[in-house]
């Protein structure tokens, strides 16, 4: 019997690769595929997937925000998340939202298909290299609390504005008004009680949030 898997990616080429790498192992089968969180809620509930593989950062409510609806729905859902960002930051909150295993879109081509199986078999997987990188220092822990209270779009806005963005790119990348690209702004420099997108560029580097 196949492993079901539904790919969410929002760009095609993406999907076609890693659709081409999962069609050379015969247990596995691709069954749909989504470029955005709210399409991959409502296929996962029409089609229900063994396994979804997905990425975090897209347009609409983003991949966090999906994982966490879809584990609300179904306590018993096997995520795993591919993603280009490999900080711990972004491992921690996947998880805490509900996925199952987290894999670097960098990582050896057998790590999916490995990674796959062993979701499916009910044990969590998180690539091995990912799992060293860490924060340390007692003098960043309130500031790491207050991250941790982001929601998952707070979240992707802060990452985006310490890597210099500009609110209406935000605003279009991730497929909000302008307007609530800037409420979250205020609300993200008002919780870290900064008042520069230069400072938020520096807690970020600082957690090895953002690599510059």
């Known amino acids: 019997?196949?492993?079901?898997?539904?790919?969410?990616?929002?760009?095609a080429v993406v999907r076609a690769g890693f659709k081409m790498l999962l069609s050379t192992d015969e247990r596995i089968e691709v069954i749909a595929e989504a470029e955005r969180g709210e399409q991959a809620i409502q296929l996962y509930c029409e089609q229900q997937p063994d396994v979804m593989v997905m990425d975090i950062s897209m347009?609409?409510?983003?991949?966090?925000?999906?994982?966490?609806?879809?584990c609300e729905r179904n306590k018993a859902a096997k995520i795993l998340v591919f993603s280009v960002?490999?900080?711990?930051?972004?491992?921690?909150?996947?998880?805490?939202?509900?996925?199952?295993?987290?894999?670097?879109?960098?990582?050896?081509a057998n790590i999916l298909i490995e990674a796959i199986q062993c979701i499916m078999q009910g044990e969590n997987y998180i690539e091995a290299r990912l799992k060293t990188v860490s924060?340390?220092?007692?003098?960043?822990?309130?500031?790491?609390?207050v991250i941790d209270t982001f929601a998952p779009r707070e979240f992707d806005v802060f990452i985006l504005l310490a890597k210099g963005n500009t609110g209406r790119k935000i605003a279009e990348e991730l497929c909000?008004?302008?307007?609530?690209?800037?409420?979250?702004?205020?609300?993200?420099k008002k919780k870290l009680n900064v008042s520069t997108t230069a400072e938020l560029a520096h807690i970020s580097l600082l957690y090895g949030i953002v690599n510059h």
Do not use: C, W
């Not at 805490?96 to 894999?103: D, S």
């Not at 924060?135 to 609390?145: A, D, H, I, P």
């Not at 909000?176 to 993200?188: D, G, R």
């Open 176 to 188: 909000l008004s302008y307007k609530t690209v800037a409420n979250y702004s205020t609300q993200i």
């Open 59 to 70: 347009p609409g409510i983003g991949g966090l925000e999906a994982i966490r609806r879809i």
């Open 135 to 145: 924060v340390t220092g007692m003098e960043k822990v309130e500031l790491q609390k």
């Open 1 to 11: 019997m196949s492993i079901k898997v539904i790919l969410v990616d929002d760009h």
């Open 85 to 108: 960002h490999e900080q711990q930051a972004f491992v921690e909150r996947a998880l805490n939202a509900g996925a199952k295993g987290f894999i670097s879109k960098n990582s050896a």
